[in-house]
């Protein structure tokens, strides 16, 4: 099959490291990936190029661009693209109008989270619908995303279906369990951004050092929070127990040295940290949003508490620390084993291989 991935950048985020990794995933398997970004390009470009992707950035200004989708056209024309597959909302319009107008057979879009709908109905969210109702295929990535999407008014339930969201999980199969004594380290790997709520972690993680404190905070990503909350742990008097790596490429080297990892996000579908995590054997706690109780549940791997609550984050991270090596270890061998079942690349590009060749079949 000739495939084009849509996408809107190739900065470093969950979604395109997702959207990276189908297309080498897909360009194993014998099919002709193309990668298209609907506005700049971006630092995850360099892997695409290294496998011999080709990637086009469409450089699309604010608002509507006739440009863009006239040159979008164009390529997906000359490339003879059979699947046109996009990744949430925002490129899909461009999507389904150029895979149209080039006369592409099948479009699917996935959407990543569910905050890319709003419950409120406007103009973008009838926008969507539209372009839903000319779309093959609306892929949720977990299936609370599916009940949600269901649920709503926006996307037709007949084009609705749900394919977990998978990662490359090798690296992090080599993660071995944490044994120094000492120190209990928790972690936290994501974005520094509101929407992952790190200011209820460092409040929540005042409150446990009042009761442990022998632990350390470890977070990597960087974004627009770091200042804020890097004066946040100096007014809360944690600093010294808090590190901000800023961001790395090395999870897997990350993960190792930590002994429990933590979520504190207040909205998420199926965030791809947390699969790294269980990859690694880590145990989770999570906070009780989107598909991070399927995935601690499912797993039995970890505790789950309500989003912006610190005191009872602060509670479950407590737990953690009083529970014993032996069943922390327990959690992450189930974790690691619901992680490889349910949630690996090879499932997910299998899912997505077969769902292209049934609509281009159809």
Known sequence: ?????????????????????????????????????LRGSGPLARALEQAGIEVLALDKPEGPSGRALRTLTAFLRSKRIEVVHTHNPLVHHYGVAGGRLAAV???????????????RIGAKEILYSLTC??????????????????????????????????????????????????????GIVGRLEPVKDHRSLLQGFEIVLRQHANCRLEILGDGPERASLEQMALALNIAHRVTFRGFSNDVAGFLQSTDTIVLSSTSEALPL??????????????????????LIEGGACGWLCPPSKPELLAAAMSKAVSSSTVEREEMGRRGRAHATAEYSLQRMTSEYERLFQLLLAA
């Open 1 to 37: 099959m000739r495939i084009a991935e849509l996408v809107n950048t190739l900065e470093f985020g969950g979604t395109e490291r997702l959207a990276v990794d189908l297309a080498r995933s897909l360009q194993l398997l014998g099919h002709r990936l193309n990668v298209v970004c």
């Open 105 to 119: 057979p099948v479009v699917v879009n996935t959407i990543h989270g569910i905050r890319n709908i709003s419950t």
């Open 133 to 186: 109702r000319l779309s093959d295929r609306i892929v949720a990535v977990c299936p609370m995303a599916y009940r949600t999407f269901a649920a709503g008014k926006v996307i037709p339930r007949s084009k609705l279906i749900t394919i977990n969201n998978g990662i490359p999980l090798e690296p992090f199969l080599q993660v071995t369990p944490r044994r120094a004594p000492g120190e209990f380290v928790f």
């Open 273 to 294: 940290g947390l699969l790294e995590a269980m990859g690694a054997a880590r145990p989770i706690i999570g906070t009780a949003v989107g598909g991070v109780p399927d």
